[in-house]
């Protein structure tokens, strides 16, 4: 049953870094798609609002298309219970507290840090 499992979506601006999610969601009972583009990304939103976690890189298609897409999940979609943690390449750019409080997000971090052990914590 597709149902039977926690749908977990890892949402990127490159292959490599969908690969990377994906190999540290692969214990858990989940299913992966690898999004690359951001109409993408609200395609499958409109059609899966049962998503429970999205690892969202803040650039996509532009360099500011993740803060879209969150935007589009909170205010357009209303869905305040998936779990969005953004990625980023360059932390430095933004305040992380400003960033989870004002996008209402679950995680802001560096694509770096974003560990096994992180995940599992997040």
Not at 56 to 61: F, G, I, P, R
Request: hydrophobic share 35%.
């Amino acid at each position: 049953m597709e149902n039977s499992y926690c749908r977990r979506r890892a949402v990127g601006s490159s292959r490599h870094e969908t690969s990377a999610g994906r190999l540290h969601l692969r214990r858990a009972p989940i299913g992966v798609a690898e999004l690359l583009r951001e109409a993408d990304t609200r395609k499958l939103l409109d059609e899966h609002p049962d998503i429970a976690l999205i690892l969202l890189d803040v650039v996509m298609d532009t360099m500011d298309s993740g803060f879209t897409l969150v935007r589009y999940i909170r205010e357009n979609l209303g869905n305040k219970d998936v779990r969005i943690i953004m990625r980023t390449g360059q932390s430095g750019n933004a305040p992380e507290d400003r960033i989870i409080i004002d996008y209402d997000i679950n995680d802001f971090k560096d694509k770096t840090e974003l560990t096994v052990a992180k995940l599992r914590t997040t």
